[in-house]
């Protein structure tokens, strides 16, 4: 089940709202039972059967880290790698079993059967979820949940089961253990909701359509391949943070807050600002459970890069089972090692540079993301080859630029910008305008809203891009 489908908006969301908020407030353990059980059948809609890996895996750990608590400093150390060792070895079975074993049957000209696997709904993000619990555990960061139901909402809480944010136990378990629910926390988190469904549904399905069309073609020209590569950035973007945004509204009907994700990314002027901009959860969870973990910054230069190049490396390989993904995240990890060499971030502060280091950044970040959206290292070089050779009639381009489309994508541009904020930061300046700005931002919700599930009524393309990590 996902959030921009009908039995969410109209009968799952609307049935558990009403539920929780029967349950009086005083009674929080049964909202968050209930909470856990809820998000369990949202699972099990769409995976009824590997719901037991994602129990497995809260039970094992949940008794693990208990056992941990009882143990001198050594023996913690061995169950926390026994803990690790365990979930990672259930994330590469799945995930990464069958390409393997494809790659041996190439390489070996051999015909070992492949296993007809499935990769487990949002199996990426909950095992990173539970290996931070068990990590933080060892590292006395937080002490072990002795409440299995607790434990299992933070993993299967859906607003952020299959497309994150990954969310750290410590950020969130004052608020498993108390919380409020107001009018207006509830308000705002409904808006906030409706503005990442329209993200999704108005802008990201569009620029798909544009996306798949250049992609998918088999000669395409030069102006139809540069107009896939801009639209899949904007589809990808705006797929991602409108589901984020999404999670956290949600996450604010039931009096939780959640991290924000995403801080416009596209406005970066480096490789570095972009990751510091870009599903900034993941980059959090890399930065403190493996880069700090082979010594971060602090063993010279050579060292630090290598670090880098490690972290880069399993940020593309956690995205999937493909060499695409891998060359995707160490394309970044070299961009990052040539801007550490060349200092460009001192450059880019100088106002009359930073143009020019949006523009490399922009680029450097969407012929990543061709690599990062293609099936193969062949197709990527021949796509970017396109997109450089400037041939080809332009016709297979402009018949799919219809009004419509051009103005959703003209929105995804501009809402890729921090416009939104700078509106913000002027309007507070007065009260009256605040009043204004917010009474505005409710209003206009509503037929956001009505489009969204006119759009949706109409079409049955509705993709998700991370519904597959």
């Not at 049957?105 to 051999?110: E, G, I, P, T």
């Not at 090692?337 to 143009?355: G, R």
């Not at 910008?417 to 009043?435: A, G, H, N, V, Y």
Request: charged share 10%.
């Amino acid at each position: 089940m996902v959030f921009s489908s009908t039995v969410f908006l109209f009968i799952f969301l609307p049935a558990v709202w009403l539920i929780y908020t029967i349950i009086p407030p005083r009674f929080l353990g049964a909202r968050n039972l209930m909470l856990a059980v809820v998000s369990l059948l949202f699972y099990a809609y769409g995976e009824p059967v590997y719901i037991i890996i994602m129990l497995s895996s809260v039970m094992f750990n949940w008794a693990m880290t208990l056992l941990m608590t009882k143990c001198k400093p050594r023996a913690q150390s061995v169950i926390c790698t026994a803990c690790v060792a365990v979930d990672l070895a259930v994330l590469a079975f799945f995930k990464y079993i069958p390409w393997l074993v494809s790659l041996v049957n190439s390489a070996l000209s051999v015909d070992i059967p492949i296993p007809p696997l499935t990769i487990p709904v949002g199996i990426s993000f909950y095992t990173f979820q539970v290996l931070s619990y068990v990590v933080d555990v060892r590292r006395g960061k937080t002490e072990a949940q002795r409440s299995f139901g607790d434990l299992l909402l933070y993993i299967s809480f859906f607003p952020q089961l299959i497309a994150g944010p990954i969310v750290k136990y410590g950020d969130i378990k004052e608020q498993i253990a108390a919380r409020t629910v107001t009018v207006q926390g509830t308000a705002l988190g409904i808006r906030r909701f409706i503005y990442g469904l329209s993200k999704k549904v108005l802008i990201s399905n569009t620029a798909a359509i544009i996306a798949e069309a250049a992609f998918g073609a088999d000669s395409p020209s030069s102006l139809l391949a540069w107009s896939g590569a801009i639209c899949y950035c904007i589809q990808l973007y705006f797929d991602f943070s409108g589901y984020s945004d999404m999670a956290i509204g949600l996450a604010h009907m039931f009096g939780f807050d959640l991290l924000e994700n995403f801080n416009y990314p596209y406005s970066a002027v480096s490789i570095r600002d972009f990751w510091k901009r870009w599903h900034i959860s993941l980059t959090s969870w890399f930065r403190e459970y493996v880069y700090f973990s082979l010594g971060g910054n602090r063993c010279g230069k050579a060292r630090t890069a290598f670090n880098r190049l490690i972290v880069f490396f399993l940020t593309g390989l956690w995205h999937g089972a493909n060499f695409t993904y891998i060359v995707w995240g160490m394309w970044h990890g070299l961009l990052m090692m040539f801007e550490q060499v060349t200092n460009i971030e001192k450059w880019a502060k100088k106002p009359v540079l930073k143009p020019l280091f949006h523009i490399y950044t922009l680029l450097a970040v969407c012929l990543g993301f061709v690599v990062f959206n293609s099936p193969s290292m062949g197709f990527a070089i021949d796509y970017i080859a396109a997109m450089f050779s400037f041939a080809g009639a332009p016709g297979d381009a402009t018949a799919l630029f219809t009004p419509y489309t051009c103005m959703m994508l003209i929105f995804g541009v501009i809402f890729s910008l921090p416009i939104l904020p700078m509106l913000r930061k002027f309007i507070s300046r007065s009260e009256k305008l605040t009043m204004v700005g917010e009474t505005a931002g409710y209003v206009i919700s509503l037929p956001l809203f009505i489009l969204c599930v006119m759009t949706l009524a109409s079409t049955s393309f509705n993709p998700f891009i991370y519904y597959i990590f």
